[in-house]
């Protein structure tokens, strides 16, 4: 099975800038989508950005387009989401998640079958 640990959170002020790492090992073959997912306390967990392991296609929920940006290592078998400009309402916790079979969609975080551990992070205004 894959295992993914997340690395980069903190806290840090409104306006500054986090780069999350998700490194990814086991059968890293298999991964279709690897995704990024973020719970704030009280809420659900909801959909910041995928990426298509294979040809690098990216996704983003509106509320991170234009501030968050997810990339690739294939050689390290890592996932990245470069966070510029956060707010106050982006603190959470976030999760890197893969998804290792074919099926239509990377939103719904149902869809993903491997989770790390997450991370914190606060942005304070």
């Known amino acids: 099975q894959v295992q993914l640990v997340e690395s980069g959170g903190g806290l840090v002020q409104a306006g500054d800038s986090l780069r999350l790492s998700c490194a990814a090992s086991?059968?890293?073959?298999?991964?279709?989508?690897m995704g990024w997912f973020r719970q704030a306390p009280g809420k659900e967990r909801e959909f910041v950005a995928a990426?298509?392991?294979?040809?690098?296609?990216?996704y983003y929920a509106d509320s991170v387009k234009g501030r968050f940006t997810i990339s690739r290592d294939n050689a390290k078998n890592t996932v990245y989401l470069q966070m510029n400009s956060l707010k106050p309402e982006d603190t959470a916790i976030y999760y890197c998640?893969?998804?290792?079979?074919?099926?239509?969609?990377?939103?719904?975080?149902?869809?993903?079958?491997?989770w790390g551990q997450g991370t914190q992070v606060t942005v304070s205004s």
């Open positions: 998640a893969s998804k290792t079979y074919f099926s239509v969609g990377y939103y719904s975080a149902s869809l993903y079958n491997y």
């Open positions: 086991g059968p890293t073959f298999s991964m279709y989508y």
């Open positions: 990426i298509r392991w294979s040809e690098g296609s990216t």
